[in-house]
Nanobody
Framework: QVQFVESGGGLVQPGGSLRLSCAAP????????MGWYRQAPGKQRELVAGITTGGSTNYADSVKGRFTISRDDAKNTMYLQMNSLKPEDTAVYYC????????????WGQGTQVTVSS
């Protein structure tokens, strides 16, 4: 099994917070940079944030200062802490390799739905 497994999505009011989790196989997680991506209805999938094995991070301009990406190598898990959520953050969130040019089709999971609405 090589698909990544996303969880933690839900319905939240504007201004609220959510923490997403991404679990990956140990042999993949420990050696690759990882990223969070999202796809809103009618739009292309886009990069949200990425993190290298050394902990360096990269964020889309639209989420800078609101989202924080992190990884726990001992648990083979990556996280996305999302604060000050906006309706435009509504999307299905996925994790995969980072940067976007290195994503692999076999790693795309089912994603987790985030809906920001009052």
């Amino acid at each position: 099994q090589v698909q990544f497994v996303e969880s933690g999505g839900g319905l939240v009011q504007p201004g609220g917070s959510l923490r997403l989790s991404c679990a990956a196989p140990r042999n993949i997680f420990s050696i690759y940079a990882m990223g969070w991506y999202r796809q809103a209805p009618g739009k292309q999938r886009e990069l949200v944030a990425g993190i290298t094995t050394g902990g360096s991070t990269n964020y889309a301009d639209s989420v800078k200062g609101r989202f924080t990406i992190s990884r726990d190598d001992a648990k083979n898990t990556m996280y996305l802490q999302m604060n000050s959520l906006k309706p435009e953050d509504t999307a299905v969130y996925y994790c995969n390799d980072f940067p976007p040019t290195t994503t692999r089709s076999k790693h795309w999971g089912q994603g987790t739905q985030v809906t920001v609405s009052s």
